[in-house]
């Protein structure tokens, strides 16, 4: 029970981030001054990546939190000890990559599968402001 409350709580953390990265671009750099259009998306897309990685290393904790702390799993494989291997094996389940040679065991396996749901919906959320981003910058009516 209290795995799914930290599942939760990592997601209430990624999805709070994400928002706030997304209404900091928004009222910060596109209300800004004017500035070259490839400027702004060149930095919006910095920020969004920005965001992202931050969110997979708050996941990459989370795993090695309850590897540490609820002994509740562990991430198998080839030199799978350590941050690195932690963040290697959060940025594979949330872009849904998934190589394999790190694999979760026990409830992190719940955690991992959560991060690619997660992941997904993130990614996506960066694709569709940034093609509105871009469609209000580009369009010829302004």
Not at 14 to 40: D, F, Y
Not at 85 to 108: E, H, Q, R
Not at 121 to 138: D, K, N, P, Q, V
Request: with cysteine; proline share 1%.
């Amino acid at each position: 029970m209290i795995i799914i409350l930290y599942v939760l709580v990592l997601t209430l953390i990624t999805v709070t981030i994400h928002h706030e990265c997304l209404m900091g671009i928004k009222n910060g750099l596109l209300n800004s001054a004017r500035q070259p259009q490839r400027w702004i998306v060149g930095t919006t897309v910095i920020l969004l990546l920005l965001a992202h990685i931050v969110e997979i290393s708050f996941f990459a904790l989370g795993y090695l939190v309850i590897e540490n702390f609820f002994d509740a799993g562990r991430i198998l494989g080839e030199n799978s000890e350590g941050i690195a291997a932690a963040l290697y094996f959060s940025f594979s389940s949330y872009t849904t990559l998934g190589i394999g040679d790190l694999y979760p065991t026990g409830v992190i396996r719940l955690l991992s599968g959560f991060e690619g749901l997660l992941g997904l919906l993130m990614i996506g959320w960066s694709a569709s402001f940034l093609y509105l981003e871009m469609r209000t910058l580009w369009s010829y009516d302004r």
